[in-house]
């Protein structure tokens, strides 16, 4: 049973479904097509504002296309330690922006804390030529650590960063599971609410990690960079001549709430890993912030057995190496297609090592 | 009907399976998966030697990517004024190498001639600091004007090219069309035959333009560069974390010769448009090198009659405006899925027209 | 004697004495000096309007970061053939713009022909997202084939050039020869009539050929790109932390019109090789446009002959390689420091081989 | 009096007169003048062994240069946090390799400790083509905190970084001072002991804060590097086309023990500074380290009161500001021109004051 992450998920049925309807006949390519015409008004219904999407292939490059179209070359973008952005896509958005610098900030339980962005900031270059220019703010959603801003922390990072003339973009690599999150254990939140409304000017909304075949949407809240991204976006090698298929698994994605509806299964499925493993002697809740991904330590014994046992996840870091005889972090993360009896089945067989 | 691009073409049934089959539980991201682990077997059985495969989304990024592992930063290559690496991947390779330039030479029929290679590479600057050095020669195989090249001619440009110190990059984005119509019109010749035995060391190989959903290979004949594509990939944001997806895809092109299967149709189309064509007053047949691609000279008032009758083809170049009373050319597409049908349909109507 | 290039030239004592007087005890670093920041009113009342200036250390460099403010990365810039920006800066522009294209236009006499340049723009893809965008025009005066474009020329190509959205640049490595060319010649006209009154946007603006020790200056007419190239010059290494010392150089080399006189004898040394050369049996004249540079062909003995006797120059092209028995064309320079005693030599020595 | 920077000082006299004398007459550009030619033999000599050297105009530039043969675009330089080429360059470093990463190590006193260098390098992704792969290390000597890395300490952290297959950099904006500084304090060293005897790769050899006028060579002991070294160098717009006036520099920088004369008198200077100053109430000498920069914290009204009697120097961190309640750390920096009095005017100033 898979717990390694949520790469390894299957594609959803409707989802499938969407592809296979769009193989109907012969259409404009390059996006020219109907589907991905529709796109951007669904997309902006969705975030209640227009909006200009870029569909993508990977979060990698919608990470790195953000970072090029809000950071100068010279500029510089403000990340968490372990944010993708920083450690996790082999320098593309210092390629991508033409040699921006990411600054990183090394957050508590994966978030940027707002004192620490201010006192960067603060300390900032602000016009010294020797300097890269702080130009963005880029926060996870759901982060690294599996944890989530609230609405309002988004809100008081953003402003901070806009007071000093950043833009913000969000890595919503798990925005799905962010959202429903937020919405079950925190706040009523829409999607508009921990975006745009909370300052975020640019999101990397993932599709990929929850139930599409290879799909991500750049969501351009300020309009006006969709010029420029056109371009970029091109010459990157993104704009697939059969766009179609990608804007099929996007538009299936967010009809009749299935993105949420995945997502929140996802977590459900998460909530009962935790519900059932904090119990037992030896083993501790590192982190787990109600979304999909859950951090717990184990006795490195426990953690062999549970590998001799076919049960696969990554220890964390994934550097790390479990000894017999030396407590060890493993990372679960569960999806869409992750069942009770998944859960079930690992629970249990702590429950029998822990004995 | 549809004759504007290969691009418009829906997805071969065969893919669509392979699709679906690839969709049975969770898989390791990546590209640490079964289907994509059996890629490079597959493909260096069908190349008759060890290759390496990095698959891609895009011809633009194939050829980008490609470019980037044969020409420095400091580089050039040589391509034919028209080819795509030249003017359609809007800078994309000048982005990827870190600024080489694109060296045109103006081919005959969309192929350059070795003379005029030769020339050019003796005019070389050849270590003189303050030239951009040329690093490799590109070729469209079957060309952008619809044309192919020989073995004997891939062989002599390739020779005058690595003695040159140059490495050699074929462009096959449509290659399954070229390999086809080398074997029935011209010579029986391999994958092999026209590719590394002629002297290329790394082929974007085109699948997408000729039945797959958006999957192109980039093959790496000099298996030394793949330790150096493996990181451009990634950082370009091509290193899908559903890679498995796209490799099935690749998979199922090649298996029980599907892809020359759906080319041998595509190019059997085109014969029937050039045959059915040619014969009318007032139609010239500009250029047909056996492929997938046809360019006719018709009277304007033709092109818009054919136009306002439903059938959707370019001008060309796409930027030529035909009129009432100035001749044009168009250019007109067949694909793995255009029917006898749509070839009577449009030859039909031409001849109606001609009266 | 040596007619290799402007290169080889000395300093002028004006422009060392500047230099020295420059080094009077300690001044504040990266051009926060008196003298620097003396060089953007002389330029502005030189060229007689409020101008940016950027003091460099080659043309390389000069034309690369003009091109980088220029154009986007998705850029283009249209230049003659055998422009130094197109064929001799080993790919910088396409490197500093982040890989824009350079499009060369093939001129007469070294000079784009408007035509040419309107059916170039005409053809553009304007906004078509496969192809580079044009965005500048570069013009370099006097051109490399030693000819010179009047005001009107250049107004009418920037005309051309401004209503398809391109900015204009002009190289002016010898710029004072050809303003010196102009009012001798063709015309009365001052630093500000033959660019920014004639719509250029960016001048590189030469002094190193010109008597300087090392020292360029980009010249902003269109001072709003003035934020963007600060930081684009700090990161490439140009902001000297004594910048002072080129500073010196670049006011001193326009203080009481020296830059004018240099290149005025410059001229008229070349004037004299012209018209004592042209008269001789066997000599044709290849090309001379007034400035500093003459084209001569002679028969290829007459030319190993004068190499023998000590006279060095450049065949032309370089890569030229002149027989006993083949006609061969050599490029002669003459500078601020040749005297008419080398002009007289050689002349005497042509004599002397023609008879 | 003036201690903000060794960017502030004059030209050295010897260096002047070296750059008069290269200014005899007509000769080759581009580095083929005999002063270019005698720079290899001359610097190898001093460092023992065979080196490849590239002038260049600031250290900006040297350090960008030297990252880009050192590191490919996806790789990374370990570096001190405070270290120029992590936070003065605008980004250079990570343009001109094409988009590598500088990972920051805090140092203890300006300098990097092995056993964090160790750690770092366990830590690294070693081939996972997810993170940007270390390539490098780079160690400024002497470092911005005025700190000396010993020959010892240099083998060992080349000795960590060779093990990980990194090259090693050495920023030598400081060289001078810290050879100087070397022997006499600690230990008898050549610059060859302290560079490619103790694991040095790559050196960018300052002059320019050193008495000359605008003068770094970057020094290849891997000389293998040259070829690459020589297309970079000159797409940068390093290649000068009057590159004697900069060779002369660095001829005469090195004639004769002159670089070390006069970075001896520099730090001689620097130590009349800490001894004339640790003696008075309510100073503390934050630190120093032999060469030519002390950081002395004193009460905010001194730091005003020595600002209105004429003194300039820099609060540290440039960004601090010093109030009159609140204590400052200034940093004094002396140079090759910096006299006896200069230094007795500031002691005497601030005795008066501390009484």
Redesign the interface.
């Known amino acids: 049973m898979?717990f390694?992450?949520d790469?390894?998920?299957?594609?959803a049925p409707e989802i499938?479904a969407a592809?296979?309807a769009a193989?109907?006949?012969?259409?404009?390519?390059?996006g020219d097509d109907e589907i991905s015409q529709r796109l951007e008004p669904a997309y902006s219904e969705l975030f209640e504002t227009d909006v200009r999407v870029f569909p993508?292939?990977?979060?990698?490059?919608?990470n790195?296309l953000s970072a090029a179209v809000l950071s100068?070359?010279?500029?510089?973008i403000y990340a968490e330690t372990n944010a993708h952005i920083n450690?996790?896509?082999?320098?593309?958005p210092?390629?991508?922006?033409?040699?921006?610098?990411?600054l990183p900030l090394e957050g508590i339980n994966g978030k940027i804390q707002a004192e620490d962005l201010q006192r960067a900031v603060d300390?900032g270059p602000k016009g010294f030529?020797?300097?890269?220019?702080p130009a963005a703010l880029s926060l996870t959603q759901s982060s690294e650590a599996g944890s989530i801003y609230s609405v309002a922390e988004i809100a008081e990072l953003s402003a901070i960063a806009h007071g000093a003339n950043l833009k913000v973009h969000m890595d919503g690599a798990r925005f799905a599971n962010a959202v429903v999150a937020l919405n079950e254990g925190i706040q009523s939140c829409s999607p508009a609410d921990i975006t745009w409304r909370a300052g975020v000017d640019v999101l990397s909304f993932g599709a990929?990690?929850n139930g599409a075949?290879?799909a991500e949407a750049i969501i351009l809240f300020r309009t006006e960079l969709a010029d420029?991204m056109?371009?970029?976006h091109?010459?990157?090698?993104?704009?697939?001549?059969?766009m179609r298929?990608?804007s099929a698994q996007l538009e299936a994605y967010i009809k009749d709430g299935l993105w949420l509806r995945m997502a929140e299964h996802a977590n459900r499925m998460c909530w009962a890993l935790a519900d059932g493993m904090g119990a037992f002697a030896g083993v501790r809740i590192d982190a787990f912030g109600g979304a999909n991904e859950l951090f717990v330590e184990f006795p490195g014994a426990t953690v062999i057995a549970l590998r001799e046992q076919g049960f696969e996840f990554y220890d964390w870091p994934e550097?790390a190496a479990a000894g017999p005889d030396k407590r060890c972090t493993i990372r679960l993360v569960t999806?869409h297609?992750t069942t009770p009896r998944d859960v079930n089945s690992i629970v249990a067989a702590v429950k029998k090592l822990a004995v």
């Open positions: 898979d390694r992450s790469n390894v998920a299957s594609v499938m592809i296979a193989n109907a006949g012969p259409a404009a390519g390059y993508v292939l990977t979060g990698t490059i919608a790195s100068p070359p010279w500029g510089a450690q996790d896509e082999c320098g593309g210092e390629f991508f922006t033409g040699g921006a610098k990411i300390a030529v020797h300097a890269a220019q990929t990690k075949l290879g420029e056109a371009f970029r091109k010459r990157a090698g993104q704009l697939a001549s059969k298929y990608i550097t999806r297609d």
